[in-house]
């Protein structure tokens, strides 16, 4: 008898809303089981457990819980993760530290868990949900600028050390998303949207699909097979674009 085929299997952490629950989405249209991790309750998913993903007691519980109800791992989805606007000089050293514990030790910990059966068996990728905030100096976000630069660096110590073995470690680099975040971040006065859409090219915020959309093709071992410690900016052309702003505005209306 012929062997069934292998149902994929994707994790995604930090799903229950926002830009999780829009990846979670995607990849569920695209095939996969989707296990969730969140400290929430993640609806309409394969397998949803409620945990912190800094903490190691609940990512090997959760592991052990995926392996048992959905089995081998294909792809994971490190997209859980907290901000902290303040300067730098007025940022609690206690909120530094849990800024770094979820948004790098998180990742750290999962991709240590899961691409360890990954490389058992030769095959599997990693999406890293970094930041424009990765990849720039955004002011008055000191602990989060830091944690994304970190979390590109291990994207790409992880893509050196184990490409060869046959597991894809990437990022997606967002610009600003409207989500429950951002919704947060304007409520305090830090920024309006003309702040956000003026000097983005494309004139418009992110959306949640846009980044959905990018993490499945990286997650695709047939149409990006060979990409491995990328860092894809998702950003309407934000990090690219040098102009000054009266520039930038003009292109737009030539």
Same mark, same amino acid.
């Given at each position: ?55 190691? /007691? ?5 592991? %052990?819980?995926? $392996?048992?109800?959905? #089995?081998?791992? !294909?792809?994971?989805?490190? @997209? &859980? ?41 030769? /095959? ?5 949900? %970094?930041?424009? $905030?990765?990849?720039? #100096?955004?002011? !008055?976000?000191?602990?989060? @600028? &830091? ?55 494309? #004139? ?7 980044? &959905? ?31 000054w702003q009266s520039l930038r505005l003009a292109a737009r209306d030539r």
């Open positions: 008898m012929a062997d069934m085929p292998h149902e994929r299997v994707a994790v995604v952490t930090g799903a229950a809303q926002g830009i999780g629950r829009r990846i979670a989405e995607v990849l569920a249209a695209d095939g996969y089981r989707v296990a969730a991790l969140d400290r929430q309750p993640t609806p309409d998913v394969s397998f949803a457990h409620v945990g912190d993903v800094s903490s190691e /007691a609940d990512v090997a519980a959760f592991a %052990a819980a995926v $392996a048992d109800r959905l #089995g081998a791992v !294909d792809l994971l989805v490190n @997209n &859980a993760g907290i901000a902290c606007i303040a300067p730098a000089e007025s940022t609690p050293v206690a909120t530094w530290r849990q800024v770094l514990e979820v948004n790098l030790t998180g990742p750290f910990l999962l991709c240590q868990t899961f691409g360890a059966g990954m490389l058992d068996r030769g /095959a599997g990728a990693i999406v890293n949900i %970094a930041s424009l $905030a990765g990849l720039r #100096g955004v002011a !008055d976000r000191s602990a989060y @600028n &830091a944690s994304k630069h970190g979390l590109l660096g291990l994207t790409r110590t992880l893509a050196a050390e184990w490409g060869g073995r046959g597991v894809r470690v990437n990022a997606v680099c967002p610009g600003w998303v409207k989500t429950p975040m951002d919704v947060d971040s304007q409520s305090s006065g830090a920024y309006v949207d003309a702040d956000i859409t003026d000097h983005v090219p494309q #004139g418009r915020f992110a959306s949640p699909d846009d980044v &959905a959309q990018a993490v499945a093709f990286l997650g695709d071992p047939v149409r990006a097979g060979f990409i491995n410690g990328t860092a894809l900016s998702v950003d309407g052309g934000w990090h690219a674009d040098g102009s």
